[in-house]
């Protein structure tokens, strides 16, 4: 793929891939990059998941390289919450404790143990092609 990202198109392509990771696993922002064939994109990754609308897209699934669940800049109120949806999932959240946790990587995910990393994904992106309009 080129350097040039379609923001739009790759909005989608992390959409269609966060639909695809099962019930009570994760995977991470880097992750989904590299399925969408963008692997130095992981930030790009973050910034479509917040700006997403659709109640049907498994966000929480979606976790830090080091298995943490990110702060949003809200006091950890997010983090809370996706921990949380998480749990509910089945997947096994720990908290960190002690002096200097902030609530930046508060939550961590075994990876090992919960973590969805497949090679490839079929991604099947109708950048608004008409087939009507194609030739037989």
């Known amino acids: 793929m080129s350097g ?3 923001a739009a198109e790759f909005h ?3 959409y269609e891939i966060c639909r695809m990771i099962p019930r009570g696993t994760v995977t991470t922002y880097g992750h989904i990059a590299k399925l969408a ?3 130095a994109h992981s930030r790009m990754v973050g910034a479509a998941l917040k700006f997403l609308g659709d109640p049907t897209v498994p966000w929480q699934r979606v976790i830090g390289a080091n298995g943490s669940i990110s702060d949003r800049g ?3 109120e ?3 919450r996706q ?3 998480l749990r509910e999932e089945g997947v096994e959240v720990s908290e960190a404790q002690g002096a200097g946790v902030g609530t930046s990587g508060r939550w961590r995910v075994n990876l090992t143990r919960f973590g969805w990393f497949p ?3 079929d991604i099947e992106y109708d950048s608004g092609s008409d087939p009507e309009a194609e030739d037989p």
């Open 4 to 6: 040039r990202v379609n």
């Open 12 to 14: 989608a392509q992390v």
């Open 37 to 39: 064939g963008h692997p």
């Open 74 to 76: 809200d006091g950890g």
């Open 78 to 80: 997010g983090a809370q």
């Open 83 to 85: 921990a949380e949806m």
């Open 119 to 121: 090679d490839v994904v």
